[in-house]
C-alpha cells in the first residue's frame, strides 16, 4: 500500500487519462524554501508585534491607574478598574484556547495572551503599591493617634462619693462641725 501511495505522489493526472512524472526543479525548490522563510519572518514579526504591543499595554494600564490614583480616585483605580482590566485581559486569554480533535488545545496564541494577562496584573499591582502603602501607614496612624489619646485622656475621679471609705466621710462631717461651732462662737462673742 505505501508504494502505491508513493507511486501516486510522484505522478499527477493531467488532461485525460495522460499521466507524467513530475520532478521537483530548482524553481519549486526554490520558491518553497522562499515561501518558508517568509513565513518565519512573519511569525517573527508577529511574535515581536505581540510582545511590543503588551509592552504598551502594560504600560498604559499602570499609567491610567496611577493618574486615577493621584487625581483622588484610588477606590477607582485599584478596585474597581483595576480588577475590570485583569479580568478582561484573562478572558481574553481564554478566548485563544483552540479546539483540535474536540479538545481545547493550548497553543503559542493561548501562552502569549496568557502573559500579556499576568503582565497586566503585575502592572495593576505596582501602580497601586503606593496606594497600599498610604492605606496601611493611615490606618497604622490612626490606631497609634487612638492609643495616644487613651493615654492622655482625663479618667474620671477613681474614688466617687459612694466608694469613699467611711472613716475619711466621718473625720470630714467631724471637721465641718467643729468649724462650724467655731464660726458659732465667734459670730455670737461679737455681738
Given amino acids: ?4 501511495d508513493q507511486l ?21 525548490k526554490d520558491n518553497s524554501r522562499l515561501e518558508q522563510e517568509i513565513s518565519e519572518v512573519f511569525q517573527n514579526r508577529r511574535f515581536l508585534t505581540q510582545t511590543l504591543s503588551a509592552l504598551l499595554l502594560i504600560a ?16 477607582i483605580a485599584t478596585g ?37 494577562a499576568s503582565g497586566i496584573a503585575g502592572a495593576v499591582w505596582l501602580a497601586t503599591d503606593e496606594h497600599r502603602e498610604i492605606s496601611y501607614q493611615t490606618s497604622t496612624g490612626a490606631k497609634a493617634f ?28 467631724l471637721a465641718i462641725a467643729l468649724l462650724t461651732i467655731v464660726f458659732r462662737r465667734n459670730r455670737h462673742g461679737i455681738f
Fill in 146 to 173: 487612638v492609643e495616644e489619646v487613651k493615654q492622655f485622656e482625663i479618667e474620671p475621679n477613681s474614688h466617687p462619693v459612694g466608694s469613699v471609705p467611711l472613716s475619711v466621710f466621718g473625720l470630714g462631717l
Fill in 60 to 75: 498604559t494600564i499602570r499609567g491610567s491607574v496611577h493618574l486615577m490614583a493621584r487625581l483622588g480616585l484610588p477606590a
Fill in 8 to 28: 501516486l505522489k510522484s505522478f499527477t493526472v493531467t488532461s485525460g487519462s495522460e499521466t507524467e512524472e513530475t520532478s521537483e526543479t530548482p524553481e519549486t
Fill in 80 to 116: 474597581t478598574m483595576g480588577f475590570i482590566v485583569v479580568a478582561l485581559a484573562f478572558g481574553h486569554a481564554l478566548t485563544k484556547i483552540g479546539i483540535s480533535e474536540g479538545r481545547p488545545s493550548l497553543d503559542s496564541d493561548f501562552l502569549i495572551e496568557l502573559l500579556k
Fill in 1 to 4: 500500500m505505501d508504494n502505491f
